[in-house]
C-alpha cells in the first residue's frame, strides 16, 4: 500500500476520508438490508460484484455530496444526505 504521506495528506483530510468512506459503507449496508422484491415482499440478495458496484457508487456519490455540503452530523442532515443518494440511484 502506498504511504499516504507522499501525497500530502494531512491528518484532517484522512480523517475526513475516512469519515467520508464509513458514511457510504454504513449508507450502502442500510440499503442493501432495505432492498425488497416489489412482488413477493422478499428480501433481496445481491451477488458480491453487485454489492461492490454499490458501494462504489454510493462512495462516488457521498463524495460528490460532501463537496457541495457538509457532512452529515445531525438527523436532518442525514436525511438530506439519504435523499440525495436514493434520487441519485433512480
Do not use: W
Request: hydrophobic share 30%.
Amino acid at each position: 500500500m502506498t504511504n499516504v504521506n507522499q501525497f500530502n495528506i494531512t491528518d484532517e483530510e484522512l480523517r475526513e476520508i475516512e469519515q467520508i468512506k464509513e458514511l457510504a459503507q454504513d449508507c450502502t449496508t442500510h440499503l442493501l438490508e432495505c432492498l425488497v422484491d416489489p412482488d413477493t415482499e422478499e428480501k433481496v440478495e445481491l451477488n458480491e460484484e453487485d454489492k461492490k458496484d454499490m458501494y462504489k457508487f454510493i462512495l462516488d456519490k457521498t463524495m460528490e455530496y460532501t463537496e457541495e455540503n457538509k457532512l452529515p452530523d445531525d438527523g436532518d442532515d442525514f436525511d438530506k444526505y439519504i435523499e440525495f443518494i436514493i434520487d441519485s440511484l433512480q
